[in-house]
């Protein structure tokens, strides 16, 4: 039988102790958390931001945020969420640049919405429920159909989400001057 020194004992214990420790701390380090990432962001500029927010996956973020691809890195961002309420007119909304600032919503401040400009995507306070008045329903529906919208907030520009053919659809109001016509 072979004998083993303290030293030797020791030594051993310490070793297995680490080896346990890093197996628990990784596997609760890769969890991943609920939700989806933000869409990657669309830059053509040169700038990019600090790494002081690089992760490799959702157990080095903070809370509920997860970590996101985003243009060849990673960062820790709220998971993608829409906040209530509607975007002004892209031409509404001053753009400098042709970089997304935001794809989602949850990458804006409180009471603000990810909003599309003529450049690129930028935070920007939402406007609430949008202007208008949705045109009467065109007839009496005894079975609904799947909506493709549930509230304004889905639809873009001025559109607002309106009954029609026994559904919900993005429609311009009755009284916009919007050119889109769907009818």
């Known amino acids: 039988m072979m004998k083993i020194s303290r030293l030797q004992a ?39 931001e600090s790494n002081e927010n690089f992760c490799k996956n959702d157990g080095e973020c903070d809370g509920v945020k997860k970590c996101c691809s985003d243009n060849d890195f990673k960062f820790c961002k709220m998971p993608a969420a829409e906040r209530p309420g509607s975007c002004p007119n892209p031409s509404e909304i001053p753009s400098n640049t042709n970089d997304d600032m935001c794809t989602s919503d949850s ?3 409180p009471k603000a919405k990810c909003c599309t400009t003529k450049g690129g995507n930028t935070c920007w306070p939402s ?11 065109n007839r009496v529906c005894v079975r609904g159909v799947r909506p493709s919208c549930n509230s304004d907030t889905g639809c873009p520009n ?26």
């Open 127 to 137: 406007v609430g429920e949008k202007n208008g008045v949705c045109p009467s329903p």
């Open 107 to 109: 990458e804006c401040a």
């Open 10 to 48: 020791s030594f051993l214990g310490l070793l297995l102790c680490s080896v346990i420790l890093m197996v628990s701390s990784s596997s609760s380090y890769d969890t991943d958390k609920p939700g989806e990432c933000p869409k990657e962001r669309r830059y053509t500029s040169s700038g990019r």
């Open 158 to 183: 001025v559109e607002k989400c309106c009954s029609y053919n026994c559904s919900s659809v993005c429609m311009p109001p009755e009284n916009s001057n919007s050119k889109y016509s769907y009818f």
